[in-house]
């Protein structure tokens, strides 16, 4: 997939940080792919840290590890939290506490790996930046983060996350929206578009029949109240007309949908239709069921992504501005897919209206992402560390956020 450049020293460590441990698929999908690129470029381990410990929730190798609870940034930041709410703040003392374990490892550099946590939908999320940025300073290496959804953003005094986001040596965005809040000039896509770089069945398989995909989540999204459109008489009758004789629903994070009423499986099965479950670890394991006279419906982020990339057409719905915007993100790259509020959308009559073959991705514009992504894998290679800057206001924003 990737052109290998490996290096010769054996004991170097590249340290991977992000949203991951839920699982997640998105998430995780993303550490998967960097793991991949990462075994092409250096000899050394690949250390993960995510928000559970250990973070790694399927086998990605033995050169891939969690972090150790003691070399862990989210643990490091839960510690924070316990002495701010004994004093009331933090210091650069309190900071440099909690990271001096990191004194003894081999890290080369911090990678924040793609994805929408780093917003005030979490603002705490916010110091675990901060933090990773003072764990460079103390090793001297760089800090970076790609692909990353940056909105909604906390309202700061003076433009301060620009500060916080300008202080690592590299900021990259997955939606141009997310440019005016980090002041990159790089927006490179999601990091998942590393996956159409190569080969296709490290993210999908051949599925034996047309299906109509559902992928809906029960965070920041009402799904339950929705999936029971897709089991009306009108809508069964509409599937079964455009020939459609599986309904794959898809468990993207612990949040979604995985499991039906049995009177939804009994009626859909009285039209010849039948519901087969697909979870977060085969999706990250086997990869994504494919096959090209299917069609998607979905709330989620990431399998809008890798199914609009893949060619097959769907709709994405939304409930709140947070998704809207990631989902127009995708847009960007190239999807064709309706993006609608849930309220907005006639079920039977989406059914009817599908036209199996029609165009679903732009591929100039997934093309262009693919380049930019790839681009920004060899820059990164040639990142040094900066010297430290506006570590006052980093500090303040830190203690901001550890306070709401």
């Given at each position: 997939?990737?052109?290998?450049?490996?290096?010769?020293?054996?004991?170097?460590?590249?340290?991977?940080?992000?949203?991951?441990?839920?699982?997640?698929?998105?998430?995780?999908?993303?550490?998967?792919?960097?793991?991949?690129?990462?075994?092409?470029?250096?000899?050394?381990?690949?250390?993960?840290?995510?928000?559970?410990?250990?973070?790694?929730?399927?086998?990605?190798?033995?050169?891939?590890?969690?972090?150790?609870?003691?070399?862990?940034?989210?643990?490091?930041?839960?510690?924070?939290?316990?002495?701010?709410?004994?004093?009331?703040?933090?210091?650069?003392?309190?900071?440099?506490?909690?990271?001096?374990?990191?004194?003894?490892?081999?890290?080369?550099?911090?990678?924040?790996?793609?994805?929408?946590?780093?917003?005030?939908?979490?603002?705490?999320?916010?110091?675990?930046?901060?933090?990773?940025?003072?764990?460079?300073?103390?090793?001297?290496?760089?800090?970076?983060?790609?692909?990353?959804?940056?909105?909604?953003?906390?309202?700061?005094?003076?433009?301060?996350?620009?500060?916080?986001?300008?202080?690592?040596?590299?900021?990259?965005?997955?939606?141009?929206?997310?440019?005016?809040?980090?002041?990159?000039?790089?927006?490179?896509?999601?990091?998942?578009?590393?996956?159409?770089?190569?080969?296709?069945?490290?993210?999908?398989?051949?599925?034996?029949?047309?299906?109509?995909?559902?992928?809906?989540?029960?965070?920041?999204?009402?799904?339950?109240?929705?999936?029971?459109?897709?089991?009306?008489?009108?809508?069964?009758?509409?599937?079964?007309?455009?020939?459609?004789?599986?309904?794959?629903?898809?468990?993207?994070?612990?949040?979604?949908?995985?499991?039906?009423?049995?009177?939804?499986?009994?009626?859909?099965?009285?039209?010849?239709?039948?519901?087969?479950?697909?979870?977060?670890?085969?999706?990250?394991?086997?990869?994504?069921?494919?096959?090209?006279?299917?069609?998607?419906?979905?709330?989620?982020?990431?399998?809008?992504?890798?199914?609009?990339?893949?060619?097959?057409?769907?709709?994405?719905?939304?409930?709140?501005?947070?998704?809207?915007?990631?989902?127009?993100?995708?847009?960007?790259?190239?999807?064709?897919?309706?993006?609608?509020?849930?309220?907005?959308?006639?079920?039977?009559?989406?059914?009817?209206?599908?036209?199996?073959?029609?165009?679903?991705?732009?591929?100039?514009?997934?093309?262009?992402?693919?380049?930019?992504?790839?681009?920004?894998?060899?820059?990164?290679?040639?990142?040094?560390?900066?010297?430290?800057?506006?570590?006052?206001?980093?500090?303040k924003i830190m203690n901001y956020v550890l306070g709401l």
């Amino acid at each position: 997939m990737f052109a290998k450049t490996k290096g010769e020293n054996v004991d170097t460590e590249r340290y991977l940080i992000g949203a991951i441990g839920g699982p997640n698929f998105g998430d995780e999908a993303i550490l998967k792919i960097w793991t991949l690129y990462y075994r092409t470029q250096f000899e050394g381990r690949l250390i993960c840290d995510g928000f559970r410990n250990p973070c790694l929730t399927f086998d990605l190798g033995s050169d891939v590890q969690s972090a150790p609870l003691h070399l862990s940034i989210w643990q490091a930041l839960t510690d924070l939290k316990t002495i701010y709410s004994n004093k009331g703040s933090i210091t650069f003392e309190d900071i440099d506490l909690v990271l001096k374990p990191f004194e003894e490892t081999n890290i080369e550099s911090i990678h924040f790996v793609g994805g929408g946590y780093i917003n005030a939908l979490w603002p705490i999320n916010y110091a675990l930046l901060g933090l990773a940025r003072f764990a460079g300073w103390k090793l001297k290496v760089p800090v970076i983060a790609t692909g990353q959804g940056l909105l909604p953003a906390l309202q700061t005094e003076h433009n301060e996350l620009r500060t916080l986001f300008g202080s690592l040596e590299k900021i990259d965005t997955r939606e141009p929206y997310s440019e005016e809040v980090s002041g990159s000039p790089t927006c490179t896509g999601d990091d998942a578009i590393l996956y159409f770089a190569g080969d296709e069945s490290v993210y999908s398989f051949h599925y034996s029949q047309p299906f109509i995909g559902l992928s809906l989540q029960n965070h920041l999204f009402s799904g339950l109240s929705v999936i029971g459109g897709f089991f009306t008489d009108e809508a069964l009758t509409a599937m079964k007309k455009a020939g459609f004789g599986k309904i794959l629903i898809f468990e993207a994070a612990p949040e979604d949908i995985h499991q039906l009423d049995r009177s939804f499986l009994e009626k859909s099965y009285r039209y010849g239709i039948y519901v087969e479950f697909v979870s977060t670890f085969s999706m990250l394991e086997k990869g994504l069921p494919y096959h090209p006279d299917s069609f998607v419906f979905t709330s989620r982020y990431h399998v809008h992504f890798f199914y609009a990339m893949m060619g097959i057409g769907g709709v994405a719905l939304y409930e709140n501005d947070y998704y809207k915007i990631k989902h127009a993100g995708i847009t960007a790259m190239g999807s064709l897919w309706p993006v609608m509020k849930a309220d907005d959308l006639n079920i039977p009559q989406a059914i009817k209206e599908i036209s199996k073959g029609s165009i679903a991705v732009i591929p100039e514009k997934k093309s262009a992402f693919i380049e930019r992504k790839k681009g920004l894998c060899t820059n990164m290679e040639n990142i040094r560390a900066k010297p430290p800057e506006n570590q006052e206001t980093i500090l303040k924003i830190m203690n901001y956020v550890l306070g709401l």
